[in-house]
């Protein structure tokens, strides 16, 4: 009986740590999809100005495509690879930039 004992003692020990630990975070507000979104553009607003060039440039050459304009669509699509380069480029700057902002782990 001495290992159900024992089995109860750290079962309840378990069970002290989760309420102690649900007590210390209850204050502690959980971000919503939308709140997390707005955070990250607005800490980086190139990224989605980057997709949405690059989303416009598609659909303008997919419709130049299908009217028969291929040398428009030839331009669109190149305008499509150039929007793609900096959408990359602004999320790695974004990046950098937020790493470089945050401040050392303290010990």
Request: hydrophobic content about 45%; overall charge positive.
């Amino acid at each position: 009986m001495a290992p159900a004992a024992a089995a109860s003692a750290d079962l309840s020990t378990e069970e002290l740590d989760w309420i102690q630990m649900r007590k210390d975070f209850s204050g502690v507000h959980a971000e919503t999809t939308k709140e997390k979104m707005k955070r990250k553009i607005n800490e980086n607003p190139l990224v989605p100005i980057g997709c949405a060039a690059t989303l416009t440039a598609l659909g303008f050459g997919l419709w130049n495509f299908r009217q028969g304009r291929s040398q428009m669509s030839q331009y669109m699509m190149r305008a499509r690879i150039l929007a793609q380069g900096f959408t990359v480029i602004a999320l790695i700057i974004g990046v950098g930039m937020t790493y470089g902002n945050k401040e050392p782990a303290k010990k």
